[in-house]
């Protein structure tokens, strides 16, 4: 057992809580009541504000060479969150020091500063439970499933609220804001959130979802203040293999400059749901059932994509535009089915095809690329347009 280790046994019972929700649906007022009920139960707390500890600047599209083609990317953000997540971690190894944002990443010190100066306090250093609210949008499981990873590799508590909130009240509000987002990024955004799930997602069974439409009732914040006490008394358990479960890294290039919306593959949890494991198989099948997977996704994904280009010559798209679309389309589906061949082998250890739906599996895992190649298309007829 090395230091780190032996700290964290030590360690007073900690618990991450996720907020979730729409931007102006009211999580940062959740938090700072939860806050207020949190000392008054002995706990220590603090709020870890997305939006103050992210720059602007990482939502900015920026363009990059790739096999001597200048394309537009949007990937930078999703550094910045994971140093959010390393920071927090640091913390929580090493509570006594301030942790310093990794310089790659430039997450804003001053703010991560204030995040965690109170819980420096000696007074603080104690063996009181510690809750850690996140304050976020978290609109895709697999941003939430990060956070999870961590409680699950440091042994804390893991709970979820989402708030749910009518797109009316939430860009009603917005407006109201000295900063308000753009419309069209709460629109975007509330077609594309994903709340909580435990029927889909057994990793997200403690969360619980509070209508913010109006006030929270007091009844609403006592089950929320319940399924704290309970995540802090049942923290999590490391994985015994050493097999870390990452949620889909890969995204998409975002063209549209007027979104702060990235796209992303949900690839982990396709394959993870879908899978019904058997005993302990040979490596040969498990790669052949990957091979199965993925090949018929490749059929399907090849003829998704001819209809696209079918469609935008019917739309008169240009024929420079054309080919620059075909290659949008196809690097698309290569990283698409990449992520998707590597997830299913991490997430599937054993099994062979039989063990498996993979006509669900396909199915499902094909219904996401044909939102992005929707998605991708709208963006090349609306230009030309």
Partial sequence: MDADDAASLRRPPACLCVLCGLPAAGKSTLARTVSKLAAQQGWRSTVVPYDDLIPDHAFQLKVVEDDGRLQQTQTEWRLHRQAVLQCIEQFLRKPQVLAEPPTSC??????????????????????????????????????????????????????????????????????????????????????????????????????????????????????????????????????????EQKACQCCFPQTCSNMLVEYKYAALEVVHLSVLLSCALQEADRLKCAASVVHQADQACRRLVSEAMKNARENKVPPERMRSLAAELNESKTRFLHNLRKQFLQEVPVAKEDDIDVEHVVKTAVDVFDQEKKNILRIFINDHA
């Fill in 106 to 243: 430039h997450i804003n010190a001053a703010a991560w500063g204030r995040c965690v100066r109170a819980l420096l306090e000696p007074k603080s250093l104690d063996r009181s439970p510690l809750l850690i609210l996140l304050d976020d949008n978290f609109y895709y499981p697999s941003m939430r499933y990060d956070v999870y990873q961590l409680a699950r590799k440091c042994s804390l508590g893991f709970c979820q609220v989402y708030l749910h909130c009518a797109v009316e009240s939430c860009i009603s509000r917005n407006q109201s804001r000295s900063q308000p987002l753009p419309t069209e990024v709460i629109l975007e955004m509330a077609k594309r959130l994903e709340s909580p799930n435990p029927q889909k997602n057994s990793w997200e069974e403690s969360s619980v979802a509070l209508n913010s439409t109006d006030n929270l009732p007091k009844g609403d914040i006592q089950r929320l203040m319940e399924l704290i006490s309970s995540a802090l008394s049942n923290p999590l358990s490391p994985v015994d293999d050493n097999v």
